[in-house]
């Protein structure tokens, strides 16, 4: 119907109102993922270097197994916070829960 501008500044026409609601909303949603997606990731990256801390090695943790680790954290904390069906800081701190017991776990399985 109208001329409109969408979340991204770029103008567009849209034939209802409701696909304009549909695409601020879904930008919104977005926007709002990426924070506690890249506080995810700190906190994997915190917990996989802890983990090889606590190891006696001399040398060390070698940077691309902590790497390696922290992805292998990051994922399957994901995978798990996406079994339980909360939102907000419910599942941010699920999430960080689950990181840590999941890290603690396999320090104890490697050592």
């Given amino acids: 119907m109208g001329s ?25 949603f977005f926007k709002l993922e990426k924070t506690p997606l890249l506080i995810l990731g700190i906190t994997a990256l915190i917990c996989s270097r802890a983990m090889f801390f606590f190891f006696n090695d001399p040398e060390g943790p ?4 902590v790497t390696v680790m922290t ?8 995978a798990a916070a996406h ?11 699920l999430t960080i829960f689950i990181q840590i017991i999941l890290v603690t776990g396999l320090y104890f399985l490697l050592r």
């Fill in 4 to 28: 409109n501008i969408v979340p991204d500044g770029q103008p567009a026409t849209f034939k209802t109102c409701s696909e304009l609601h549909f695409i601020q909303t879904t930008h919104m």
């Fill in 62 to 65: 070698n940077l691309l197994v």
């Fill in 71 to 78: 992805a292998i954290v990051y994922f399957l904390s994901l």
């Fill in 83 to 93: 079994v339980f069906n909360s939102a907000g800081p419910k599942k941010l701190l």
